[in-house]
């Protein structure tokens, strides 16, 4: 039995966190001892998760501080190999390792450009990305930028989705426009709603539904209110019912900026709701849709391209349909079985 110590910033109310949960719980299921670091322990959000692991939650004072409380747990807990997710807990996991003897996995979760004007911490996430044992990137995008930074060892796999997601069904849809994230820049939400104004303006009887908390919920009401669209677009928090409500909507719409790989995406492909979504680097979504055949990809900041996409779903009911079709084939490629195995191997 292979003893493993997954380390995250926090433990609920994220995407990564989310993915985090579902490999540890399924690499516990067969067999490997498993426990989780974590520093920001939401125990009632991670419950969303069915967290089965144990959990350790660490208090630390600043950064060195965090890196010294990371090394002491590692040494207690004993594992054969220790997967650090985001690169700023990454960063500090490697150094916290160096002289143990443990293997170090560490899983990219974004687009590495995004620190790109952060440069020492650009410089010090390269420096440890090529002294972790294995890099597991979620696109080859990813894989291809961290090669070109000297990084040998690079696996890509994508995301799992969870199993018995509920399916779509033209017949039982209402006319709602839906998308579920973190309502923060990177996100684009302004993209989408203005998108939507225009849509509305032909299709009157459609409505816009975005599920999220973050820093940007006032802005985005406020966008809402500018463009008089009170009365159909709608900010809500998160739900735990959100992958029902999205069986029930017309169309999810993405309109993000950047991505590593965007869960409420991978979700909503396996739903089967007609998706569609800006390809935004670092190349998740083109990972996972064939543009007109299993989805339709967008430019990032392109309102005009994102409003005729979403028009051709609305009056093509026909190909909406067939979209759907295509998209389910995504449940067995991205089953929770397919995807631990990928990690298992790396083990």
Not at 29 to 41: E, K, N, P, Q, R
Not at 102 to 128: A, F, G, W
Request: proline share 3%; aromatic share 8%; glycine share 4%.
């Amino acid at each position: 039995m292979k003893k493993i110590v997954f380390v995250s910033g926090r433990l609920g109310g994220g995407g990564s966190e989310r993915v985090l949960t579902l490999i540890a719980n399924s690499l516990r299921t067969v067999g490997y001892d498993v426990t989780i670091l974590t520093f920001f322990y939401n125990e009632l959000e991670a419950n969303n998760y069915n967290n089965q692991c144990p959990v350790v939650s660490i208090e630390y004072s600043n950064s060195i501080d965090q890196v010294f409380k990371i090394r002491k747990e590692i040494k207690a807990i004993n594992p054969d190999v220790v997967i650090a997710f985001e690169y700023y807990i990454a960063i500090k996991v490697i150094f916290a390792c160096l002289g143990l003897n443990v293997k170090t996995i560490v899983s990219e979760r974004n687009n590495p450009h995004m620190i790109d004007h952060m440069r020492l911490k650009k410089i010090l996430r390269d420096i440890s990305y090529k002294k972790a044992d294995v890099l597991v990137c979620q696109t080859n995008d990813a894989k291809s930028y961290f090669y070109e930074k000297g990084v040998k060892s690079i696996k890509v796999i994508l995301n799992p989705i969870k199993d018995n997601l509920p399916i779509w069904n033209i017949e039982y849809v209402n006319k709602s426009i839906v998308n579920y994230c973190r309502l923060e820049e990177q996100k684009n939400l302004e993209l989408l709603i203005n998108s939507f104004a225009d849509v509305h303006k032909q299709f009157p009887d459609f409505s816009l539904h975005i599920y999220g908390e973050g820093t940007l919920k006032e802005k985005l009401e406020l966008l809402i209110k500018t463009l008089s669209l009170e009365h159909c677009a709608f900010i809500h928090p998160f739900t735990k019912n959100i992958h029902e409500i999205v069986s029930k909507s017309y169309m999810f719409v993405s309109s993000s900026d950047f991505e590593g790989l965007s869960n409420s995406l991978l979700e909503s492909l396996a739903i089967g709701i007609p998706v569609v979504t800006t390809d935004c680097p670092i190349g998740g979504a083109k990972m996972v849709i064939e543009d007109g055949i299993n989805g339709l990809l967008t430019e990032v900041g392109n309102k005009d391209m994102m409003v005729d996409k979403m028009k051709k779903l609305i009056v093509d009911v026909d190909y909406a349909i067939k979209l759907s079709k295509n998209e389910l084939e995504i449940r067995d490629k991205l089953s929770l079985k397919a995807i631990t195995d990928m990690w298992i191997e790396i083990l």
